[in-house]
C-alpha cells in the first residue's frame, strides 16, 4: 500500500506543478497581450498598466482563451486589426510566454 500511496501522491504533485505552470504561463502572456494592445492604443503610464490589469481580469470570466480575444477585439479597431491578427499575436504572446517560463 505504501507504494500505491506514494504513487498517488506524485500524481497530485505533478498535477499542482502543472497547474501552477499553466497559470505562470497565461498571466505571462495576458500581460503580454496587454502591454501590446495598450501601446496600439496609444495608452502609457498608468492608463497602460489599467488596461493590462483589464486584460489579465478578462481572463477569469471563463475557462479557455476566448474571453481574452473578446477583450481585445473590442478595444481595437476591427478595420486595423482582424482577428486573424489578434489571435496570431495571442499565440506569439503565448510561445514567448512558454519560454519565459522554461526558463525560470
Known sequence: MTGLDERGKAFE??????????????????RALGLWAA??????GQAAEDFVKAVIAADFEEKGDEDV??????????GKY???????????????AIAAVAKA
Open 82 to 96: 482582424s482577428d486573424a491578427v489578434i489571435r496570431a499575436k495571442m499565440q506569439e504572446a503565448l510561445e514567448g
Open 13 to 30: 504533485n505533478k498535477w499542482a506543478h502543472d497547474a501552477e505552470t499553466r497559470f505562470k504561463v497565461e498571466a505571462k502572456r495576458n
Open 39 to 44: 501601446g496600439e492604443k496609444g495608452l502609457s
Open 69 to 78: 480575444f473578446r477583450k481585445l477585439r473590442g478595444e481595437l479597431d476591427s
